[in-house]
């Protein structure tokens, strides 16, 4: 071991456009949100076992004696889990004396990521830890395995945005993409307070395509086509065109059944309020929703989500990048 003690940070993240469709292969884009975050500190414990601490997570702390990398793997809990698959890729097989704390300001199932970042920091800061750091495509790689034994059918792109902080185009089976950004963006995220574990609605949308496929696929081939279109208007840095683009996507979202009343009042809020375009981000069925503004609209459209509903709002830039 070469440390003593190791933190590692994630950001959330929102997806801009195509989620849903994103799982049947087609494009997705997605940001980082560096408002909120994921935290992982990793210090050679005094005792001889592995503790686990979440202090955010009303769990209680979790102290295993002799614990191995491959019964951690097979954890029923996934933060075990996520200690497990790294130590195994590090090809430490006996688990040595760990303190490990996870701290995070993201909120869960609201399709801000809080999954992702739990997994990234652990494994960036476990690995940092060992002295071996894993580069981000591996770090992605690993989470990615966590949320395929959590969240059934994950498409890859909360793992990949985590990972790689940036913003990202995203297709399944292909190298991710670095998004370009011609101009900066400022988003509102308003969150409507509900739930929604993603494996829920993406569970529905599931069932909806196999009774309608044609049906399904029309709306995944339109979003599809938006995301596309989106990643244009963005390297254009044209705010226009992203903000229609956000709202025909959403009214796709409605189609496929994974809008709410809560979501689609906040949608119009954002909208009546002066923004450019607004959508629901993410599983849907509650979660949050994003809305493209002015920078001087910001501050009344996060008031009116606020008047409309919503428990919490954040105002936050996606900054331009360099060419
Ligand atoms: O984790 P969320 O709520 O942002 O949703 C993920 C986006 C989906 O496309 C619905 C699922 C996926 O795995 O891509």
Redesign the pocket.
């Known amino acids: 071991m070469t440390a003593t003690g190791v933190t590692a940070s994630a950001p959330g ?1 929102i ?1 801009l456009f ?3 469709a ?2 049947y292969g087609h494009p ?1 884009l997605a940001v980082p949100v560096s408002q909120v975050q994921a935290h992982c500190r990793v210090e050679a414990a005094s005792g001889s076992g592995l503790i686990l601490q979440t202090p955010d997570l009303d769990e209680a702390d979790i102290h295993i004696e002799n614990a191995e990398a491959a019964a951690l793997r097979q954890a029923e809990n996934p933060l075990l889990t996520v200690l497990g698959l790294t130590l195994t890729e590090l090809g430490q097989m006996q688990v040595p004396p760990l303190q490990v704390m996870v701290r995070s300001s993201i909120p869960i ?5 809080s ?1 992702a970042a739990i997994s990234t920091v652990m494994v960036r800061a476990l690995a940092e830890f060992l002295g071996r750091p894993l580069p981000p495509a591996r770090v992605s790689a690993l989470v990615f395995e966590v ?1 395929k034994r959590y ?1 059934g ?6 793992n990949t945005v985590v990972a790689f902080a940036e913003p990202v185009f995203f297709q399944r089976g292909r190298p991710v993409e670095r998004l370009q950004v011609g101009a900066d963006l400022t988003l509102v995220i308003g969150d409507t307070g509900i739930v ?1 574990p ?1 494996y829920k ?2 569970g529905a949308v599931r069932a909806g395509w196999q009774a309608d496929s044609a049906g399904y696929e029309a709306h995944f081939a339109a979003m599809a086509a938006l995301a596309e279109q989106a990643r244009q208007a963005l390297e254009d840095g044209n705010r226009m065109a992203i903000g229609r683009a956000m709202t025909a996507n959403h009214q796709h979202l409605q189609a496929i059944g994974v809008s709410n009343v809560a979501l689609d009042t906040l949608v119009q809020a954002a909208e009546a309020a002066g923004a450019l375009g607004a959508k629901l ?4 069925w509650g ?1 949050n929703m994003i809305a493209l503004v002015q920078p001087a609209a910001a501050e009344k459209v996060a008031a009116a989500l606020r008047a409309a509903g919503a428990e919490n709002t954040i105002i936050t830039t996606i900054a331009a990048t360099a060419a």
């Open positions: 993240k997806i195509g989620e849903h994103v799982v997705a199932a609201r399709g801000l990521g999954g949320e969240h059918t994950p498409s890859g792109i909360d929604s993603t609605a993406v981000s993410g599983a849907g979660g």
